[in-house]
């Protein structure tokens, strides 16, 4: 008996081993070739699946994260030519985080990276590397890895995801070094320097704080209180005020739009009339081209 129970206890301690070391993402990647001409496409789905290989098997960190808890995001590739073993396109890239005590689950990013330019030959590997850029693809897949991680401990905890804003700097300035499309700072306010600087910079970095305050101390709180948690999330929009000083088109204004515009509708559906114009004063002069959504929140009747 005392074996059998010993086995057991071996047996669970190797399975929970197993789980905390499990790879951090579940990523689902898909393919839209439609503007590719030709009717031999096979080395697109070759990469689809090597992609989605790459994003899910990969150890990008020592988090222990269980498997049950991988983080959930989306890759949408678009693909508009592919010449001479170069493709282009854009990319959607999608991320999001379970609500304490719910069912719901609500997004931390919805971008459209459309710098993405690349050279693959069917069947070439992914090799994933910490220390320098193997290719172009592998260096935008790690950018996003990376940005998944960062983004989603923050929201958990309140610059949790430091470490992974450092390893996304580094992977910038290999991209940099490089010379290939989407890194170069100021060349385009919306490519992936532009994202990493809007979390990072000193004058726009408080966006941070607004994803902690927005979803622990906000979404997560209204399954025990709504006002509370209602409170807090009008109260950390003055984060968006700060970033629209700061720099008026940060890409953090945007890809915050992107996410949020419609679910904070749903959020204040049911509050008094004072905090929905207090959201409204503070959406408005950062969204004007945004009417619908913003004119929902201070009415709170949708269209």
């Not at 197993?18 to 031999?40: M, P, Y």
């Not at 030959?121 to 990376?146: C, R």
Request: glycine residues 4%.
């Amino acid at each position: 008996m005392i074996r059998i129970l010993i086995k057991c206890v071996f047996l669970f301690n190797l399975l929970s081993a197993i789980n905390l070391g499990a790879q951090e993402l579940n990523c689902t990647v898909e393919f839209n070739t439609d503007q590719i001409n030709g009717s031999n496409k096979s080395v697109f789905e070759t990469l689809r699946e090597a992609v989605t290989e790459y994003m899910n098997t990969t150890k990008f960190s020592n988090a222990q994260i269980m498997a049950s808890e991988r983080i959930e995001c989306r890759m949408f590739f678009t693909f508009k030519d592919y010449t001479d073993g170069i493709m282009s396109g854009d990319l959607q890239v999608q991320l999001t985080r379970p609500v304490y005590n719910s069912s719901y689950t609500t997004t931390l990013i919805n971008f459209k990276d459309t710098k993405i330019d690349f050279s693959y030959q069917e069947g070439e590997p992914l090799v994933f590397s910490e220390n320098q850029m193997e290719s172009q693809l592998t260096a935008i897949l790690n950018f996003y890895a990376y940005l998944f991680l960062a983004v989603d401990f923050d929201s958990f905890s309140r610059h949790g995801g430091q470490a992974f804003f450092d390893r996304l700097a580094q992977i910038v300035q290999m991209g940099q070094s490089s010379g290939e499309a989407g890194w170069k700072a100021f060349e385009d306010t919306k490519n992936r320097s532009a994202v990493l600087a809007s979390y990072t910079d000193q004058s726009t970095q408080c966006i941070r704080d607004l994803l902690y305050e927005y979803h622990r101390t906000g979404l997560d709180e209204m399954s025990v209180s709504v006002d509370k948690g209602r409170a807090n999330i009008t109260s950390t929009l003055e984060n968006l005020s700060t970033v629209y000083k700061a720099n008026p088109m940060s890409v953090a204004l945007s890809m915050f739009k992107d996410a949020k515009l419609d679910e904070l509708v749903n959020v204040y559906s049911q509050a008094p009339q004072t905090e929905r114009e207090k959201v409204y004063d503070i959406l408005y002069p950062i969204y004007p081209t945004e009417s619908n959504q913003v004119d929902q929140i201070k009415t709170g009747k949708t269209k």
